[in-house]
């Protein structure tokens, strides 16, 4: 009995063993700032396969982020970044090539009551719209959490656990829908 439990052991240690070969994960993978880290949790139960999502995260540590994981990243990356400042185009250009080719690209509009938000929306979008069709996808957080002011603490950015619901609800729908029609 001892032997066979050794034997089972020792498979189960090579199969979880990370290969050079390794296929990528199969859940979506987030970037984002606070506002994302609030609803990591939710994220996570929907089958998200990492969120990493930090306080005051700006917009220019994201290309670096996916950069780093590129050949670990699967098939569906969501970016949620500009909430704690400008957002340049060329930085979404970085995160969006770094992400690269056969992978669907999620950006999350912010909802911040600073005067970079419609800016940085706009930055989001204009990124969006210069990539073929099924590879960049807007999902227009700012909309939800307009249409939800509910959904907000008092400094009407942060996520009560209803907009950490509504936050997450909104993206995995995105995902669904983009899988749905087969999008690449």
Known sequence: MAVMTLAVLAVLAVLAAPSAH???????????DS?????????????????????????YAGP???????????????IHLGTNGTYPLSVC?????????????????????????DADNGVIR??????????VHVVDWNAAARAHPGWL????????????KGFADLITGAIA???DDGSS
């Open 22 to 32: 390794a296929a990528p994960p199969v859940g979506p993978y987030a970037i984002g």
């Open 35 to 59: 506002v994302m880290l609030g609803a990591k949790s939710q994220l996570l139960a929907r089958g998200f396969y990492a969120v990493n999502a930090v306080q005051s995260r700006q917009s």
């Open 64 to 78: 670096a982020l996916l950069r780093a994981r590129a050949a670990r990243l699967p098939r569906f990356v969501v």
């Open 93 to 117: 250009h970085q995160m969006v090539d770094a992400v690269g080719p056969g992978h669907q690209v999620f950006l999350v509009t912010i909802h911040v009551p600073r005067r970079w938000q």
């Open 126 to 135: 204009t990124c969006a719209d210069s990539y073929p069709d099924g590879h």
């Open 153 to 164: 603490y008092a400094d009407h950015t942060h996520l009560r656990p209803e907009g950490a």
């Open 177 to 179: 829908v983009a899988h």
